[in-house]
């Protein structure tokens, strides 16, 4: 298991006339993940008309990966298909 912490950065447009449908599976994840101990803080989240954005840090990049594969997710990915404009993930780790 990779020991560095994992910083993940996202941010989701979702297509207009689905924010709603979008904001709403979001927050479930929200509100699942803050339960979750392999998440060691939610520092930023910001949901907007239109735009989500979501600083997390993780314990590693292995436990990241494994939430990835998670049963939640992916029934939110199900839910969400064709919903999403644009997304983007971005992942930081730190030496030391």
Avoid: C, P
């Avoid at 735009?51 to 990915?77: C, G, I, P, T, V």
């Amino acid at each position: 298991m990779t020991n560095k912490q994992l910083t993940i950065i996202a941010k989701i447009t979702a297509i207009d006339e689905y924010r709603d449908l979008v904001k709403r599976e979001l927050l479930k994840l929200i509100n699942i993940t803050r339960t979750e101990k392999v998440v060691l803080i939610t520092i930023y989240t910001k949901i907007t008309r239109m735009k989500m954005f979501f600083y997390k840090n993780w314990e590693s990049r292995d436990l990241w990966q494994q939430y990835m594969s998670s049963l939640h997710l992916a029934n939110d990915m199900k839910v969400t298909d064709g919903t999403v404009k644009e997304f983007t993930l971005n992942g930081i780790t730190v030496d030391g």
